[in-house]
């Protein structure tokens, strides 16, 4: 569960110009924030000028930083897990470790926050690791785990508390799509009200597309090599929702000749082991698409898809490699969702 870059989902839409009066303008911005890139873009006009969207979006993206990550020294996470202790956070902190919490009890702990210490283990914080880490280095950094002993509260003032139990948190795997939903929240609180906001791969839309339609976001081909975009797997058809798709085929590398991807299974302290090419989950908001795609990772499809399935917000997409390709495996409510080419097997 670690920030992903932007390789998994592509909007797929045609531009507007002065020259199509038939359709309406097409506003983009582009930015960077939590290691990766940004892309807005909304539909006609708007009460607010560009300059003020672009600060909207920068604050929103700052302030989901400030509070959640697990590089910079004063925040939230990190400042709870100086202090051994209860210490006031941010209510966002608050809402989106609790959100974590909650996946991570309903996947038994394949989603796990506290998976923090098997990163840094494995050499996904700062350097490489060189040497395949031994049966005790694996259970010391278990042993550190628990998403059971995280505790929010609040202090005599009504504001939020944070103890990480002696653990840390690592929220990158659902605090981007968390990102993702506050600048779309941001979006609408200036006017608009047709808008695609995508955050290193994550995608929430609202109300139509520049067409009138629903808003169509591709998804990645699985494939070492492939740019973002070069070859699409399939196409999901959405409006007011979001999209979020998590891999391992790009952020992978070798210890000791041996492949190592970036999706942790908190159960065992290794790699996933679960064969998903990647997993794609449409929600009502990105903070929890995010989530359950990770989830997806360790799960795989066959104990994944069920619980999914169960939730009826939630719908995903599977992508297991086989012996003629890959295999797509779907919840059924997902299947109103795909438009893919011909050439993409079912």
Aim: hydrophobic share 40%; net charge negative; glycine share 10%.
């Amino acid at each position: 569960m670690t920030c992903r870059p932007a390789w998994v989902v592509a909007l797929l839409m045609t531009a507007c110009s002065a020259r199509t009066p038939a359709l309406p303008a097409v506003h983009v911005l582009h930015g960077e924030a939590f290691g990766t890139t940004w892309s807005v873009k909304w539909v006609g006009d708007s009460p607010a000028t560009e300059h003020d969207v672009q600060s909207a979006i920068v604050a929103a993206l700052e302030d989901v930083d400030a509070s959640m990550s697990s590089w910079r020294s004063d925040s939230d996470l990190s400042r709870a897990r100086a202090a051994g202790k209860p210490i006031p956070v941010k209510a966002e902190t608050a809402r989106v470790v609790r959100d974590a919490l909650a996946i991570a009890q309903a996947t038994g702990g394949a989603f796990d926050p506290t998976v923090e210490p098997l990163m840094e283990l494995w050499g996904f914080r700062g350097t490489k690791r060189t040497t395949w880490p031994t049966d005790a280095e694996i259970q010391a950094a278990r042993d550190q785990l628990g998403w059971q002993r995280v505790r929010l509260g609040r202090g005599a003032d009504g504001q939020p508390t944070l103890d990480t139990g002696g653990t840390a948190l690592d929220l990158s795997a659902i605090a981007k799509g968390y990102g993702v939903d506050r600048v779309s929240w941001a979006l609408s609180d200036l006017g608009i009200a047709d808008s695609m906001v995508e955050v290193g791969g994550e995608v929430r839309v609202t109300g139509r597309s520049p067409t009138g339609g629903w808003w169509r976001l591709g998804v990645d081909m699985p494939t070492q090599g492939l740019a973002p975009g070069q070859e699409l797997a399939d196409v999901v058809q959405v409006t007011n929702g979001a999209v979020a798709t998590s891999g391992n085929y790009r952020q992978t590398f070798e210890i000791a000749g041996r492949e190592v991807h970036h999706t942790m299974d908190p159960r065992t302290g290794l790699p996933s082991t679960a064969h998903v090419a990647s997993a794609t989950v449409l929600a009502p908001d990105c903070e929890t698409a995010d989530g359950w795609a990770t989830a997806l990772m360790v799960l795989g499809p066959d104990e994944g898809l069920p619980l999914v399935e169960a939730r009826p917000d939630l719908d995903a997409l599977v992508l297991v490699p086989g012996e003629g390709g890959l295999v797509y495996r779907t919840t059924p409510g997902m299947q109103r969702h795909l438009a893919a080419s011909d050439e993409a097997p079912r």
